[in-house]
């Protein structure tokens, strides 16, 4: 087996006649966090939705744990969890039960599962809020539910699509910490999508840079980044930034020439 | 009628109902006089009204209150079997109807584009078919009373409940659906954590109107051919002119449906408490 957790091979992705993911090719290896750092609209969606089996590519191939997502789905439960942008918790059900949801599918037995549920709770600093409903808790505690619910099933390898960006820059600053931990901890692989430049250099070991649409633009070692630009980031920053802005003009500047020629 | 509720950021949501601090009891009887306060104007204006037009009218046509109080005394103590059966009646009626409308609505949800798709217009249909038809298409099919009014009371409540139920499903969140489907459920599981709870809401909600409602058709399904019930001894009381007795068993069925929408409001706060306090006003 390989030791990559992920195999993305010449993946493209047509909606219609609209190109949302370009020829892709990366792979991440098992254990890594690696994020995924690009503006709105550059198929960071589109490819999480490649990498949990919800959508098929036009061409190319996908590979999760050794599974295609699609065809071998079934293979691949217990193995994969994601979080999202917003908490999607079930509202009739307390934080406790909501972090068991995964747990209960995969049939883990009442007593372990209410344990790991206790477990990961407690690493969200829930550990008082368990029997509360999410109409109860505040958007951060939600968030911090919704972590410990993909947490809990001990999955091999953890999505967080924007997973951060609805809370405020404290609370996510903690939270973020809190993620780093858990991963580690629990050896998990993550892939973490997002449009912060810093969160991403901030939580991974390895960052992608996508253009629009899905290519990588740049692919760096973030422990590195932390080393040589932690203390003067803006810069480095601008940097980053400038790329995906140059790959977006670029992209206009041939959209356009190729409609004069057509 | 699922839209998210306003977040409750009290740290003990068991406590006190209202949110304020417990007061003095006499803090807490001025505070039920004041939300009661325009019911009892009511109570007090139709009492009002009553008594005066028995004044004016001949007892014949219009008893008193004093006469209705003795009707209700005497139904009490003589009578109660028929209260006992029509409600056994209504009981039963309902715990079938509420069961099969809300299996029927599970399945249109789970297969919306067949079973969903068909069973949509039919109880379109039905609903538009007239109550009284319905008493009167039974009377001749069902020679049983005690079915042909559990017949009616079904193909009156049934299609309400199942319709309910069914639009609950349609309105859930894809999102919490996509959330709950990443770890790749049998369809058994995702009925149990998505569809059957997020169809007691709706249901609930349906209940208010569809116990009420069918309660007014099965006392009027008694009226033709029962030989017992409150629909019934209505019924005899109209021949007999007895108008105290009319005044008296509407009094009591009024109070009957007091009580079933506040049995309901005692399901809700218990099946619906996770929607915090907004619900329960
Ligand atoms: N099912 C679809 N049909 C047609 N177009 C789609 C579909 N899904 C996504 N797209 C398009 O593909 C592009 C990439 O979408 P995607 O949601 O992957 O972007 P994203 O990088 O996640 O953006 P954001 O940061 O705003 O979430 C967008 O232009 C979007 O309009
Ligand atoms: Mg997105």
Not at chain 1, 94 to 107: D, S
Not at chain 1, 183 to 206: G, L, W, Y
Not at chain 1, 243 to 249: G, I, R, T
Not at chain 2, 139 to 165: E, H, K, Q, T, Y
């Amino acid at each position: 087996m390989s030791p990559n957790i992920i195999e993305v091979n010449d993946v493209s992705v047509w909606f219609g006649d609209f190109n949302a993911v370009s020829d892709l090719s990366f792979s991440i290896s098992e254990g890594s966090r690696v994020a995924i750092l690009g503006r709105t609209g550059a198929g960071k969606s589109t490819l999480l939705n490649l990498l949990v089996g919800n959508l098929e590519p036009t061409s190319g191939t996908v590979r999760v744990a050794g599974h295609d997502p699609v065809r071998e789905r079934r293979e691949l439960q217990g193995l994969l969890s994601m979080a999202y942008q917003s908490p999607r918790l079930l509202p009739w059900r307390t934080a406790r039960e909501n972090v068991e949801v995964g747990m209960e599918i995969l049939r883990v037995p009442k007593a372990e599962r209410r344990e790991r549920a206790e477990h990961w709770l407690r690493m969200v600093h829930l550990d008082n809020a368990g029997d509360r409903y999410p109409a109860q808790l505040s958007g951060g505690m939600r968030q911090r539910t919704s972590l410990a619910r993909a947490f809990a099933i001990g999955p091999r390898l953890i999505f967080l699509d924007e997973s951060f960006s609805a809370l405020d820059e404290v609370t996510a600053k903690g939270l973020r910490a809190d993620f780093v931990t858990m991963s580690e901890e629990s050896s998990v692989s993550a892939v973490i999508v997002t449009h912060s430049i810093e969160e991403a250099f901030e939580i991974a070991d390895r960052v992608l840079v996508f253009g629009r649409p899905a290519r990588i633009l740049g692919d760096f070692d973030a422990a590195e980044v932390r080393r040589k630009h932690g203390d003067n980031f803006l810069p480095f920053r601008e940097h980053i930034h400038q790329m995906m802005v140059d790959a977006e003009k670029a992209d206009a500047e041939a959209e356009a020439k190729s409609l004069v020629e057509s | 009628m699922t839209t998210s509720t306003p977040v409750s950021t009290k740290e003990k949501p068991s406590s006190s109902a209202a949110g304020a601090p417990e007061k003095a009891t006499s803090g807490n009887l001025l505070r039920a006089v004041k939300d009661k306060w325009a019911l009892a104007l009511v109570v007090a204006v139709i009492l009002g009204l009553v008594q005066l037009s028995s004044m004016i009218l001949p007892p014949f046509l219009f008893p008193g209150l004093g006469d209705i109080a003795m009707a209700v005394v005497d139904i009490l103590a003589n009578q109660k079997s028929d209260i006992l059966i029509t409600m056994a009646r209504f009981v039963v009626s309902l715990v079938v109807a509420i069961a099969a409308g809300w299996i029927i609505g599970l399945v249109m949800g789970a297969f919306r584009s067949t079973v969903g798709a068909l069973f949509t217009p039919l109880f379109s249909i039905m609903q538009a078919v007239p109550a009284l038809s319905w008493v009167l298409l039974a009377v001749l099919w069902i020679s049983d009373i005690n079915i042909r009014i559990g017949f009616i009371c079904f193909a009156i409540s049934m299609p309400l409940i199942a319709i309910a139920v069914y639009e609950g499903i349609r309105n859930i969140d894809p999102e919490i659906v996509e959330a709950v489907d990443q770890f790749r459920p049998t369809k058994l599981q995702a009925l149990r954590m998505l569809l059957i709870p997020q169809s007691v809401v709706y249901m609930i909600m349906s209940l208010r109107s569809t116990t009420a409602f069918t309660l007014r058709i099965l006392v009027f399904a008694e009226l033709i051919g029962a030989a017992s019930g409150i629909g019934q001894r209505m019924q005899v009381a109209q021949t007999n002119f007895q108008l105290d007795m009319i005044f008296a068993w509407t009094f009591l069925l009024i109070l009957v449906n007091f009580a079933l929408v506040y049995l309901i409001d005692v399901a809700e706060k218990h099946l619906l408490a996770w929607r915090g306090e907004a619900v329960i006003r």
